[in-house]
Nanobody
Framework: QVQLVESGGGLVQPGGSLRLSCIASGRISSIYTMGWYRQVPGKQRELVAA???????NYVDSVTGRFTISRNNAKNTVYLQMNDLKSEDTAVYCCNALSVRTITGYLYPEVWGQGTLVTVSA
């Protein structure tokens, strides 16, 4: 079974930084895309950033220039470096993985983590 576990959330002041990590566990052979979504109560879940196994990344406009996504394919880990945080970045951040293939050849189309809370407040 494949699982995603996030870490790195917390409380930070406006203008501060946080680094989120997400580790995919299980007998994984490959993961095509890993990304981060965020969810605020009463609003739609939003894709923040995603990165393919080849390193191609995309970001939602509101975080471009402030957030950087990266991944370590060998460790099945994705990171989100968040700088110059704003109050509107407050949300539960969830890790997402698309097309996760195990060493036995089984394909998980999509896997989600439980989420980690990021609170930006003075």
């Amino acid at each position: 079974q494949v699982q995603l576990v996030e870490s790195g959330g917390g409380l930070v002041q406006p203008g501060g930084s946080l680094r989120l990590s997400c580790i995919a566990s299980g007998r994984i052979s490959s993961i095509y895309t890993m990304g981060w979504y965020r969810q605020v109560p009463g609003k739609q879940r939003e894709l923040v950033a995603a990165i393919t196994s080849a390193g191609s990344a995309n970001y939602v406009d509101s975080v471009t220039g402030r957030f950087t996504i990266s991944r370590n394919n060998a460790k099945n880990t994705v990171y989100l470096q968040m700088n110059d945080l704003k109050s509107e970045d407050t949300a539960v951040y969830c890790c997402n993985a698309l097309s996760v293939r195990t060493i036995t050849g089984y394909l998980y189309p999509e896997v989600w983590g439980q989420g980690t809370l990021v609170t930006v407040s003075a």
